[in-house]
């Protein structure tokens, strides 16, 4: 099955610096990938997505590439905000219905 | 508009006992998915229902188990709990979502029910 894998597992910036996030998957059939933040006691929330006939794909200060060949994915956030500090999950989707997610990493901005 | 709701918000339960949790989904939306969340592991998946079937499930035993409602409500039962079925439990929805050839749907999130098995 659909393996992702997700790093770093914790990350820590200062306020306005760049935060990356990188992931993998395994199966080439993979065709959404979306990212969601996840804050204390509430569920994930839809960041961002890309699709598999799509290398780049950017809103405001988040990004996300996705390099098919290589089968990695990546997550940008420019000028980073306090308010960005929460926990980020990878996905890849490669049925309809099936969404494998990446083990998640925390994000802290400090200010 | 209001969001997935879930019930309970926590529930604590024994080994060897049962127990079931609740999922609302967004109105007008058909799908419900549930993940379950342990600790350092991220979002595993567990099960999703579309228009009352079942049409997929993750690699878990049968032990968990669920149905969807006449009105899309959702519930999902795990039986003969263990420790390690401790975990935030998340439910999502997502507007129908057959189609592989179509773009997957956004699901939303719930807060998720804290199951606790001592």
């Known amino acids: 099955g659909e393996n992702v894998e997700q790093h770093p597992s914790t990350l820590s910036v200062q306020e306005g610096d760049s935060a990356v996030i990188k992931c993998t998957y395994s199966?080439?059939?993979?065709?959404?990938f979306p990212w969601y933040k996840q804050e204390l006691g509430k569920g994930p929330q839809l960041i961002i997505d890309?699709?598999?006939?799509?290398g780049e794909k950017k809103d405001q200060r988040i990004a996300v590439t996705l390099n098919k060949t290589a089968k990695h994915f990546s997550l940008h956030i420019t000028e980073t905000q306090p308010e960005d500090s929460a926990v980020y999950f990878c996905?890849?989707?490669?049925?309809?219905?099936?969404?494998?997610f990446g083990a998640g990493t925390r994000l802290t901005v400090k200010p | 508009e209001a969001g997935v709701t879930q019930s309970p918000t926590h529930l604590i339960k024994t080994r060897g006992q049962q127990a079931t949790l609740r999922c609302s989904p967004i109105?007008?939306?058909?799908?419900v998915y549930w993940y379950q969340q342990a600790l350092g592991l991220g979002l595993q998946f567990l099960l999703w229902?579309?228009?009352?079937?079942?049409?997929n499930r993750g690699n878990f035993p049968p032990r968990f188990s669920g149905r969807q409602f006449p009105n899309y409500s959702s519930e999902l039962n795990v039986n003969a709990l263990e420790l390690e079925d401790s975990a935030l439990y998340l439910c999502?929805?997502?507007?129908?979502?057959?189609?592989?050839?179509?773009?997957?749907?956004?699901?939303?999130f719930g807060p998720g029910t804290r199951l606790t098995v001592l």
């Open positions: 999502a929805s997502s507007e129908r979502n057959l189609l592989a050839a179509l773009p997957d749907n956004e699901q939303f």
């Open positions: 199966d080439s059939a993979s065709n959404y």
């Open positions: 890309i699709r598999s006939n799509v």
């Open positions: 996905a890849a989707r490669r049925r309809v219905g099936d969404m494998r």
């Open positions: 109105s007008g939306h058909t799908s």
């Open positions: 229902y579309d228009e009352g079937e079942e049409r």
